[in-house]
């Protein structure tokens, strides 16, 4: 659950008869989900030692302290307790060796081709883009599956019930994988191998051995076909809209993420709102609160909602709020993710009809042991841990928060949202860094803006989703309605993540969750108890801004970095390239983009640059242009140069996408093109042939990178080199004889071993600049090349130890200053 459930569980609805929270199935639901974690990752005869121990102790309990006078219920609960632990890693236990019997984990360590008939459990899914040294790694299909019949080498069949992972290699039949829905039968043929991590919850991973189009051997079921043509239903609704609304519509719906790109994504991630692209007891909570109304009326005699306005009795409602909710599973899938978010969506009904708190930690408790025992993988999710904190904290925490915060004045709905989205953050945050190693600073805030639009974008889905199959044209009306609210909670997550400030680095693993989680009880112990509470509240709220906002004026004055007068400066944006240069007072030329978006907006916004004349995309390899979108993000672009060889196909395709979206030409970089922008002049060196025309030396990618020769208005020369490999090093050196002297050199290629020493020694660089990223695997920059620049007298530094670097000045006064130390 999330913000938008602060009015299903606030103390709106809390009556003065209630008495203290009913905590009593806490410990046994808290025993079964850590036996359940354990058991998973054990081997059989300690599992079973384990369940015995804590059968044995049961009945320990009741025979022994029974015998006592006034023990009778603390052996009660002692031994529930232990049943539960004992049931958790039971089931534990026998799921985990699911994944242990059977011929599958035998072949998958042999890498065994097999004939193996599937069937689907989960939708398939895109794998994200990555980079990979120079290219963006093939997008491929992948897809949950049970192993029922394996055909091995010889003819051997065997019959199994097996969980696997199934990877599909990129291909045109892509689209017909992605279409299959789950309980579908699948005849492939491929290689098994192990798991990746010891830890997953299938026993191999099976790749199909061609991206040919997927061999149905059977349907999928009624009710799988029911959900799917729902699903297909609103995406065609939505298929006209805005690209926002396109693609988060069916995402706040019924969780299908499948047309939300990877930059959306990311800026879902860093402002904490990842949650509204998961199916989410808050997606069942606001329908029902539709139908039912706020919390504590559903007993009432002036009840709310829209169920008495219809006329529909109490009896009647609750049957049909567990429709709704039955209903919800079918077309969200039965998955685990979506039976957890249908049993946390119980609880927040239980909360809208009776506004009761006491009878809510046990029904959550209730409904954490019965998600445990039927799918102890739970247990391990850090998914199902975040439900389940969030929730409670929205149950116990939040109502006191709001409280406390009404009496200092704030007002009463404010004062819920505030509250249920301090409390949520509170306790999730630890556990976000724990696995992502990072804290956002925007995520409360991001939180109660997207809030506002919540409740109508589900509502407006949901009933597009419903309209669709008797009527696509009133579908699409509704779902152009609900594409409003959905493109404000898209702006609120990218404004959020644009933010130079809007996330931080932490410790990751467990000790860095449980230091954050100490760090925020002293905030909470420090608000209850300092002195002056509110002028020192008012000073954090103002020096956290700072940090998020990050005004380039502050950030130079406190970490000394960009200097005064800055004229280039090369990025830290990992193993990749993107430099700058100053065109004037925020003004900047940018060359080359490096892999990823967010490091190369956040190096612009630490330099003062808001607009950015041109572009130059040296060539197309992924480590130069991959982050494009962050260049363009919130600045005026004038114009885009590339070179003229446009391979990988790929990526100069998606240069022009992004291009495009964004309303930004794209020009070619002509031989021997000069030109003048406020401080700067340059020429284009290189590459020398017209497109289709060029020599032996421009034969790839690399050697047809864009070079430039700049000079600014102090007289600094700069030469930078892209990705020029000796070939096309010693072209340029026979084109230009007389290239001379240079005060700063872009080493070329992330200072690879594969550099021309005649061009080294013609330009005599004072200064060698090398582009790498920390820890990289291919050893760049080589100790061999910068050996023979440091010879040749030029002082050489590297953004994987002296991370971003600007240079001032000219002549006797040219200076390099990192913006970390060696």
């Known amino acids: 659950m999330s913000a938008p459930d602060a009015r299903e569980v606030s103390e709106r609805g809390r009556g003065p008869e209630e008495g203290p929270a009913d905590l009593r199935l806490v410990p046994p639901a808290l025993a079964a989900w850590g036996a359940a974690a354990l058991a998973v990752g054990a081997t059989g005869w300690w599992v079973l030692a384990g369940v015995l121990a804590c059968l044995a102790g049961a009945a320990v309990l009741s025979v022994v302290l029974r015998r006592r006078p006034g023990q009778t219920l603390r052996a009660t609960a002692g031994a529930a307790v232990l049943l539960c632990a004992a049931a958790g890693a039971a089931s534990g236990g026998l799921h985990a060796a699911d994944l242990r019997r059977g011929p599958v984990p035998g072949l998958a360590g042999e890498y065994a081709r097999a004939r193996v008939e599937v069937t689907v459990t989960s939708d398939p899914r895109l794998t994200r883009p990555r980079i990979r040294g120079d290219r963006t790694a093939p997008v491929s299909v992948v897809l949950d599956a049970e192993a029922i019949r394996i055909e091995a080498a010889g003819g051997t069949v065997h019959r199994t019930r097996t969980p696997v992972l199934v990877i599909v290699p990129a291909g045109e039949a892509q689209g017909e994988w992605l279409r299959l829905l789950p309980s579908t039968r699948l005849q492939i043929t491929g290689r098994l191998a192990p798991p990746i991590r ?12 061609g991206a040919g189009p997927p061999r149905i051997t059977g ?30 519509l069916p995402g706040l719906v019924v969780g299908d993420t499948s047309r939300i790109e990877p930059e959306l994504s990311d800026a879902f991630a860093a402002t904490d709102l990842s949650h ?32 008495p306005r219809l006329g529909i009795p109490l009896r009647s409602t609750a049957l049909l709020g567990g429709g709704l909710t039955l209903a919800f599973v079918i077309v969200c899938r039965p998955d685990p993710s979506v039976l957890r978010a249908a049993a946390c969506g119980a609880v927040a009904l239980l909360a809208i009809g009776t506004g009761r708190r006491r009878s809510l930690i046990p029904a959550l408790a209730a409904a954490v042991l019965t998600l445990v025992l039927y799918d102890p993988w739970l247990a391990r999710s850090y998914g199902f841990l975040l439900s389940v904190l969030a929730t409670g904290a929205l149950l116990t925490i939040a109502p006191r928060w709001s409280d406390a915060l009404r009496r200092r004045g704030v007002p009463g709905r404010l004062a819920e949202a505030l509250a249920a989205a301090l409390a949520a953050q509170a306790v999730c945050a630890p556990v976000v860094a724990v696995f992502a190693a990072r804290v956002s600073l925007v995520a409360i805030p991001s939180n109660l803006f997207a809030e506002l639009a919540v409740a109508p974008a589900t509502v407006l889905g949901f009933a597009a989703l419903a309209l669709a199959p008797v009527s696509l044209p009133a579908a699409e009306l509704v779902a152009r309605v609900a594409a409003w609210p959905a493109e404000w909670i898209a702006g609120v ?5 644009a933010l130079p400030g809007a996330e931080v680095e932490w410790p990751g693993g467990w000790s860095g969750g449980f230091l954050l989680a100490g760090l925020f009880g002293l905030v909470v112990l420090g608000a209850w108890r300092l002195p002056f509470r509110r002028r020192i509240a008012t000073g954090c709220a103002v020096l956290l801004l700072l940090a998020v906002v990050r005004p380039p004026p502050l950030t130079r004055l406190v970490s000394g970095w960009p200097p005064p007068g800055w004229a280039f400066a090369m990025c830290q944006v990992g193993q990749g390239d993107a430099t700058v240069l100053a065109a004037g007072e925020g003004s900047a030329v940018v060359v080359d983009a490096g892999p990823d978006p967010a490091l190369v907006d956040r190096c612009l916004h630490d330099l003062g640059v808001r607009t950015v004349p041109l572009v130059v995309l040296t060539h197309f390899h992924a480590d130069h242009v991959a982050g494009l979108a962050g260049v363009l993000r919130g600045r005026p672009v004038g114009a885009i140069q590339t070179t003229g060889l446009e391979e990988p196909p790929g990526q100069a395709a998606f240069v022009r996408r992004t291009a495009a979206a964004a309303g930004v030409p794209v020009v070619r970089a002509g031989p021997g093109e000069h030109r003048r922008l406020g401080p700067l002049e340059w020429r284009v060196l290189w590459p020398r042939g017209r497109p ?12 047809s990178s864009v070079t430039l020769l700049v000079r600014t208005a102090e007289g600094m020369r700069l030469l930078l080199l892209g990705d020029l490999e000796p070939p096309a090093q010693q072209g340029l050196l026979r084109a230009y004889p007389g290239l001379g002297p240079v005060d700063v050199l872009k080493v070329a290629h992330h200072g690879s071993a594969h550099q021309d020493p005649g061009l080294i020694r013609a330009v005599r660089p004072r200064l060698a600049l090398v582009s790498a990223g920390r820890d990289n695997p291919y050893g ?22 002296h991370g971003a670097i600007a240079v001032t000045g000219a002549g006797a006064g040219l200076m390099a200053v990192p913006s970390t130390s060696a």
């Open 493 to 497: 997550a990218r404004a959020g993540a």
């Open 780 to 801: 760049h920059p080589s100790p061999r090349t910068v050996e023979a620049l440091r010879d040749g007298g030029a002082e050489v530094l590297r953004t994987d130890r």
């Open 692 to 703: 289709g025309a060029a020599g032996p030396e421009e034969s790839g990618p690399n050697d």
């Open 219 to 248: 349907p999928p079921s009624t009710v799988q076909r029911t959900a799917g043509e729902l699903r297909a239903g609103l995406r065609r609704a939505t298929e006209d809209l805005g690209a926002d609304a396109r693609a988060l």
């Open 198 to 209: 010891p830890d997953d919850r299938f026993a191999a991973v099976l790749r199909a051995g």
């Open 276 to 307: 509204l692209l998961a199916v989410s007891g808050s997606n069942l909570t606001v329908v029902l609160l539709l139908l039912v109304g706020r919390p504590g009326t559903a007993m009432r005699a002036e009840r709310g909602g829209l169920a």
